[in-house]
């Protein structure tokens, strides 16, 4: 052994001692290093634990202020602070609300409830700033001017705030206390503008629920209550103690003309002008009245009453409203006129359905009885009702069974006393009787089975046309169909096509068919009117006017009539024998149509002493009982073959 | 148990006896005597060396760790000031073990076993703190409680009404602050 290795001398001690020392505290150092990472991670840990909660409350929990007082809790606990409080923003973004928890619901709250609602008083002030500022805001030092203690002691510590994010708006500021005067933690305050876009969650998912609520009962385009609303309302009001009821149903008469002639802009806004109207005749007409206005359709409102004094104001509502809408509206620089015509309905102790329905059968007959009036449902309305109801599956089914027939009148020419042709005329055979025109036509335009039943009639009338010309006892012979054009078979787009190919098809003259319209067809679209009447004349066939002098014959319209025949009515014809008034109307105008070049026919023509007065005062061609009765094409044969009466 | 009261330990025996006596304790014991502030130890190992100190300074075991535990806040208080600042008497910082302190060392020691202590206010303006543990180091609380007094230069009366090495099942300590040092908290 080398002796020199074995000396221990005091300094080589001094010197080990000295490595030792160093090994000694580097590896202190080494710890000191390690612990500041292993707080760093576990501050992480804690930040990420806390992010996660957060972001879970939000988008979890269905309430809002649940998820704040959890929030306030967790964030207490995180940042060492005692107190805390939130401060909602309102929608202007001007005012501030400071959350009121039920101091009731604690379960799990209970520390966060200690901090909130006792010992400290926040001020708006620091809120405030947040606001203005839109960043997070620490006060080291407060004063009073930020909080004060609830006893009105001293209050000595520290706050701060932040924003809770709703997109890129403020959508309440959270505030938080500690007892400690602690220096600006700008980690922490960085950590809390990510808390704040984590809880804006709640608070977006709160306002677009609440949107979704609103548009789940409101009508987007007037903002009033939708079907949906009053349906839960009327339900709400039927379910209370007995009391009047009422329904009120609103139809704009010509909301369909307008719409499609103007526009959908155009309807739109008649319609928001209409809602305005109606809610300022309500406000000022219903006195103590409770109501609720609704949109429930296209051009469909409806007001539910309540704590109504007696019938009588609830048909003054609704009279006050119509007459409000007959005032024009000022649309697209024109004056609009939309008429209403209202349908109302009264009960005590009514189904929300039965009042619904007998408003709307009310209405119906409102509209039925020439629209911009208001009817009160009676009793008789819904057996009227429901006949008709009976009436529109039996007709539906009609056509499928044959009930329908066509029979014909024969027209006659005055002058020479010749067959000059028949007007078809519907027949409805019915569970064994005949159903009167007048009983089913109405309903069949109105439900549209008139367009049907007009296809089956021309088919029928083809048919028969052809049998006639067979019948004929010489070909020259000039026989003439007439029939019936409804308004709604009128303003089908394909009218005159389809007819034209029809008789194209069945190869039948067009000179063979005569069209009967009434004056209102004419004149409700007179353009079309003369555009189509006008095509079809140009290929032969013939326009006539149907009950002439019953309607509003304008003297305007009547110079560029593109017709060929003017039918007078027969309540003229058959009055004219005894009264003066009528004789002299007919005679009227059979001078108009000899100026205007047309022909004319004589309706309900019962005797001879007409019929002779008829001849004197030269109408052209005449019809009725005294030539002969309505009747199947087989019974009318024998009269062709004979061409005379 | 944390390898840090290890660290405290040998650093205290080595300030005010010498590194010999460490040396001499860790023959007697029969422990490592390697430990990182880091690491975790058998409590078996810490008895031991009490133990140890014991017989060497031929004083009793308790006295070992009150005289540790005085010591060792002493020195905390230099290591880890932060913990301390936030209090201004011995007594806030004794309310504030479970609140506050204890948390901070789970931060640092993932696992930390810390021990939870009942605090009550007596009616006497004295304060009871209840201690249950199956180390059962209620001497070396005894040894913190005086060590956090005289950091915060205010001075504490403990004494222990139950004790666990007495057969009780928790040990009980009341304290009181003398009126200035009490109204300081």
Redesign the interface.
């Known amino acids: 052994m080398n002796p020199t290795d074995t000396i221990v001398s005091a300094e080589n001690i001094a010197r080990l001692m000295r490595q030792l020392e160093r090994e000694r505290q580097a590896?202190?150092d080494a710890?000191a290093i390690?612990?500041r990472s292993?707080?760093e991670l576990?501050?992480q840990k804690e930040d990420a634990h806390l992010i996660a909660r957060i972001a879970s409350l939000a988008n979890e929990d269905p309430e809002v202020e649940s998820v704040f007082r959890h929030a306030l809790d967790a964030i207490c606990k995180h940042a060492?602070c005692t107190h805390a409080s939130a401060f909602l923003v309102s929608p202007d973004h001007e005012e501030l609300k400071q959350i009121q928890f039920d101091p009731t619901d604690d379960v799990g709250f209970s520390s966060a409830k200690t901090r909130i609602e006792n010992h400290i008083v926040f001020d708006l002030r620091l809120p405030k700033i947040v606001l203005a500022e839109k960043r997070p805001i620490w006060i080291e030092h407060l004063d009073e001017a930020f909080a004060r203690a609830r006893d009105d002691g001293p209050c000595s510590g520290s706050l701060f705030a932040f924003p809770v994010m709703v997109g890129s708006t403020i959508g309440a500021v959270l505030v938080f206390y500690s007892l400690?005067e602690r220096p600006v933690d700008q980690k922490l305050l960085d950590f809390l503008v990510q808390i704040g876009i984590q809880l804006g969650r709640a608070l977006e998912r709160r306002n677009s629920d609440v949107l979704l609520r609103y548009e789940a009962r409101h009508d987007p385009l007037t903002n009033l209550a939708n079907r949906r609303q009053f349906q839960e309302s009327l339900a709400q009001a039927i379910d209370a103690p007995p009391a009047l009821v009422a329904v009120l149903l609103i139809d704009l008469d010509r909301f369909k003309i307008i719409n499609d002639s103007l526009g959908h802009n155009a309807g739109d806004e008649l319609l928001i002008a209409a809602a305005r109207r109606i809610e300022q005749v309500l406000a000022e007409n219903t006195k103590n009245m409770r109501y609720l206005l609704a949109r429930i359709g296209g051009d469909e409102f409806t007001i539910l009453l309540e704590n109504i004094p007696e019938e009588a104001a609830a048909f003054q509502l609704a009279e006050a409203i119509r007459r409000k809408m007959n005032e024009p509206y000022r649309l697209h620089e024109s004056s609009i006129y939309s008429p209403a015509s209202l349908g109302l309905a009264l009960g005590k102790d009514s189904s929300a359905e039965d009042l619904m329905r007998n408003a709307d059968i009310a209405l119906y007959r409102a509209k039925l009885h020439g629209r911009g009036r208001t009817e009160i449902f009676e009793q008789a309305m819904h057996t009227a009702a429901v006949d008709q109801l009976k009436l529109e599956s039996n007709l539906r089914n009609a056509l499928a069974s044959g009930e329908f027939a066509v029979h014909y009148q024969p027209i006659f020419n005055l002058e020479t006393g010749k067959l000059q042709g028949f007007e078809a005329l519907i027949r409805w055979h019915h569970e064994g009787r005949l159903v009167p025109p007048e009983d089913f036509i109405p309903l069949c335009e109105e439900t549209g089975v008139i367009v049907y039943i007009g296809e089956w009639v021309l088919d029928r009338i083809c048919d028969d046309i052809k049998v006639m010309e067979v019948a004929k006892p010489h070909v020259d012979m000039a026989l003439t169909v007439s029939i019936n054009i409804s308004p709604r078979q009128f303003m089908q787009d394909n009218f005159a096509d389809y007819l034209l190919q029809k008789l194209h098809e069945e190869n039948i003259p067009p000179s063979k068919l005569c069209l009967e319209v009434t004056e209102a067809v004419m004149v409700k679209d007179f353009v079309r009117a003369q555009i189509i009447f006008g095509a079809l004349r140009s290929h032969g066939i013939k326009i006539g006017i149907d009950d002439f002098g019953k309607g509003y014959s304008s003297l305007n319209y009547l110079r560029q009539l593109p017709a060929d025949v003017l039918k007078i009515d027969g309540s003229f014809i058959s009055a004219m024998a005894v009264d003066k008034n009528s004789y002299e109307v007919v005679d009227l105008i059979l001078q108009l149509a000899k100026r205007l070049s047309l022909k004319t026919i004589a309706e309900g023509i019962e005797d001879e002493a007409v019929d002779r007065l008829l001849r004197e005062m030269g109408c052209n061609c005449g019809q009725g009982y005294y030539y002969g009765k309505p009747a199947p094409l087989s019974q009318v044969l024998e009269m062709i073959a004979i061409g005379r009466k | 148990m944390k390898g840090i009261i290890f660290n405290l330990l040998e650093d205290i025996v080595r300030q005010h006896h010498g590194l010999d006596v460490w040396e001499a304790m860790l023959d007697l014991s029969g422990a490592s005597g390697i430990y990182t502030s880091l690491g975790n130890y058998s409590d078996e190992e810490i008895f031991s060396l009490v133990g140890a100190a014991s017989k060497i300074l031929e004083i009793p075991p308790a006295d070992v760790l009150r005289w540790f535990g005085r010591h060792a806040i002493a020195e905390l208080s230099v290591r880890m000031p932060e913990m301390f600042n936030v209090h201004v008497s011995s007594r806030a910082f004794i309310l504030n073990v479970n609140r506050a302190i204890h948390p901070e060392v789970r931060k640092l020691y993932s696992g930390a076993d810390c021990p939870y202590f009942n605090f009550q206010d007596a009616p006497d303006g004295s304060l009871t703190m209840g201690y249950r543990s199956s180390r059962r180091l209620c001497h070396l609380a005894e040894g913190f409680i005086a060590g956090a007094a005289q950091v915060y230069c205010d001075s504490v009366e403990s004494r222990q009404d139950k004790c666990m090495h007495h057969g009780d099942d928790h040990c009980l300590f009341v304290l009181n602050w003398p009126k200035a040092a009490a109204s300081a908290s």
Do not use: D, P
């Open positions: 590896r202190r710890e390690s612990e292993l707080r576990y501050k060492e400690a």
